[in-house]
């Protein structure tokens, strides 16, 4: 990614235009090594979470694990790679990496990003659609493996043309592209309208619908006993996964942008401040990838628990019983009874006649988080 910016001119430069003073250096060191930090541990504490308690395999926590994954991952194997490389206009790591260095974060975004609009038509159907066939544990896989198919055939041009290029004073890694005066901006503007524009597009227009609907007016076939609480847990997990797509979109934001003009004016990345620019919108870019579990933990009572559990060695940190039994796999014994009444308050009505039976089973229960699984 931070390749892109040299492609256009600095090969052309036998100096190092990047040198900044040491003091710069330390303050955007501790900048993206706090980003790196957050968003590692805090996405591994994710997938932990979602693996290891049975409670949490839920269609749309699937989705969440998947965007964990691939946000620390880029964090992981991009996020200080680009700070030094952007820091100091040099590349140190090799060719092969070179090519994956420019491959993957690409990849990722578009894992992130269409498990987010994953995420919201799952909402839609669940909300707007209440009794039509949900994804299953295959189904929503194989959705997931589509999304990592497309990300490494749209990001495989990168890896296909990138490459090293030794000259008197440094080694750069850059994208080489057969038309060196047009491809990069015309790939970067593909890549913006497939990673960004479109998806969120289909989440705006989706989350609309769903929220219009949630804080609006009644939902479609939803006419239990409980219908109050079951509404209020729609609502809380539309929210923080509005909040969550916000997000995404304000981080991007600035680095499309900026490689939209500066592919537009050239003249800017020969500008004195660029370089700074450039590292303010990377970091903002690459700080995407910690914001989420932050977002969970806030607004979900069973993330939170998970995190508590997790941090228990603190000694401020307290685990309460209501905390233990959050993350229990709650359900009835097997039968029809008990699968009734373990349909989802977020995403189902009760449609049993005994409506009775199950609403004594979930009076319990009513004011936690869903499970975000209607299946």
């Not at 052309?12 to 003091?23: D, G, I, K, S």
């Not at 997938?47 to 991952?73: C, E, G, P, Q």
């Not at 998970?306 to 097997?334: I, M």
Request: hydrophobic fraction near 45%; include cysteine.
């Amino acid at each position: 990614m931070a390749s892109e910016r040299d492609a256009s001119n600095t090969t052309r430069n036998l100096t190092n235009q990047f040198v900044q003073p040491a003091w710069r250096i330390a303050l955007w060191s501790v900048a993206y090594s706090t980003v790196l930090a957050v968003a590692v541990f805090g996405n591994l504490i994710v997938i932990w979470i979602i693996l290891a308690h049975k409670r949490m395999r839920t269609v749309t926590n699937y989705f969440l694990l998947n965007l964990a994954f691939s946000d620390v991952s880029m964090a992981a194997f991009n996020t200080l790679i680009n700070f030094i490389y952007a820091a100091h206009g040099e590349w140190y790591f090799g060719e092969v990496y070179c090519r994956f260095h420019n491959f993957f974060p690409v990849t990722a975004v578009f894992a992130s990003i269409y498990s987010m609009s994953a995420i919201a038509i799952d909402r839609y159907m669940a909300i707007i659609h209440p009794l039509k066939p949900r994804l299953s544990a295959k189904a929503t896989m194989g959705v997931i493996v589509c999304i990592w198919s497309l990300a490494v055939v749209l990001a495989f041009p990168l890896c296909y043309f990138s490459t090293t290029r030794a000259l008197p004073r440094r080694t750069l890694c850059y994208v080489a592209w057969p038309r060196m005066a047009d491809d990069p901006f015309m790939y970067h503007i593909i890549v913006t309208v497939l990673v960004y524009v479109l998806p969120l597009v289909v989440m705006g227009i989706t989350y609309t619908i769903v929220g219009v609907t949630l804080w609006g007016g009644e939902i479609p076939g939803d006419s239990s006993d409980n219908y109050h609480g079951q509404l209020r847990a729609k609502r809380k997990v539309v929210k923080m996964m509005i909040i969550v797509v916000v997000t995404f979109a304000l981080c991007w934001l600035p680095y499309h942008v900026y490689f939209i003009v500066t592919g537009l004016n050239k003249h800017l990345s020969k500008w004195k401040y660029i370089q700074q620019v450039y590292l303010s919108v990377l970091w903002l870019a690459m700080s995407s990838t910690m914001y989420n579990p932050i977002i969970y933990c806030c607004l979900n009572s069973r993330f939170r628990a998970g995190f508590k559990r997790a941090f228990r060695w603190c000694p401020f940190v307290h685990v309460s019983s209501y905390d233990e039994l959050e993350l229990q796999n709650t359900r009835l014994r097997p039968g029809h009874q008990s699968s009734m009444c373990t349909l989802s308050r977020v995403d189902t009505s009760i449609l049993s006649k005994d409506k009775s039976t199950c609403s004594r089973g979930n009076r319990s229960r009513l004011n936690s988080e869903p499970d975000n699984k209607d299946n």
